[in-house]
């Protein structure tokens, strides 16, 4: 079940200033009183390009520079625990700096802190180049675990600017192997699995995720369902949030783009697969990674009402569900 968590955000995430920085983290410990003690939240929504994405001029962006839509980051979830006060981000999008500042203010930290672990489901630019704030021309951080697949590893350690990262030791590269889980303290533990899609650089995976209570299914990058070894209706049963590549609505999205190149499961295509499940399994189901051109990522549209109506969630940034 997921808690609804009404979080104000600081004047800082949307128009670059913040005006009373004590107050707000005030505020975010009162309303966060009773979050569980280990819980996930949502980052970011929105496909590797964002929204709005370069060069757009259709409706789906400008309603954003008209003040109708806000931004939305790409897609990215954490794992928190309250008591310890760690956090492990699943991506390293290129939102990072203001996906970390939310989450400070969220967990009511006075001072920034960056996560205990890093981990990267492939080489797709929405996924991994926030990895760059890490290095001497941002941040300067200091041997940042960063859990990667092989083939993940060895683009890092051997293409720039990724490889300055990893001799000058901002980032400590840490190898998964696939479907052998790693545990992030005593609150968690995480798998990575082998899924199929455009592998040009390094291979890509999703994520199972577990808690003292629960267990997260993530896949925000998948080229079909069917072209999958598992099959995604049973992989939901085993869990109890299933959070699903939704980056397009229906075929005709991108008008003059062949879509056998940039192949996902469509929205539609979901909604059909997955249409006789018992309700108790549809709503285990939330589609996130959205592109800019999917109506499911607007503040408000009938596409989103119609598959909400079904019995299936929605990802929004600040969505949390615990663990």
């Known amino acids: 079940m997921h808690i609804a968590v009404r979080i104000f955000f600081c004047v800082f995430l949307f128009s670059g200033g913040c005006r009373d920085q004590g107050s707000s983290l005030k505020v975010h410990r009162e309303l966060n009183a009773d979050l569980p003690d280990k819980y996930l939240i949502v980052l970011g929504i929105a496909q590797d390009g964002g929204f709005p994405q370069i060069g757009c001029e259709k409706a789906c962006c400008t309603d954003h520079w008209k003040g109708r ?178 980056t397009f609505f229906k075929e005709d999205e991108l008008p003059g783009r062949d879509m056998r190149e940039i192949p996902h499961p469509l929205i539609s295509e979901s909604l059909t697969a997955f249409s006789d499940l018992p309700a108790t399994e549809k709503k285990k189901i939330v589609f996130i990674h959205f592109n800019h051109t999917n109506p499911l990522l607007k503040r408000s549209s009938a596409e989103k009402d119609s598959v909400v109506s079904k019995g299936f969630g929605v990802a929004h940034e600040g969505m949390v569900t615990g663990l």
């Open 69 to 246: 839509e806000v931004k939305k980051n790409v897609s990215s979830l954490a794992l928190v625990d309250r008591k310890s006060g760690s956090y492990w981000i699943i991506e390293a999008t290129p939102d990072i700096g203001q996906q970390l500042k939310f989450l400070q203010d969220h967990m009511g930290q006075e001072s920034f802190r960056l996560p205990e672990g890093i981990f990267i489901s492939h080489a797709h630019i929405g996924h991994y180049a926030g990895l760059m704030y890490l290095g001497r021309e941002a941040f300067g951080a200091q041997n940042i675990p960063v859990h990667a697949m092989p083939r993940m590893d060895s683009f890092l350690r051997t293409n720039g600017p990724w490889s300055q990262l990893v001799t000058t030791g901002n980032i400590s590269l840490k190898r998964m192997k696939e479907d052998s889980a790693i545990r992030l303290g005593d609150a968690f533990k995480i798998s990575p699995f082998r899924v199929p899609h455009r592998d040009e650089y390094s291979e890509t995976v999703g994520f199972r995720i577990e808690g003292p209570n629960k267990t997260i299914l993530f896949i925000p990058d998948i080229d079909k369902w069917e072209k999958w070894k598992l099959d995604i209706r049973h992989e939901v049963q085993k869990v109890d949030v299933a959070f699903l590549d939704g």
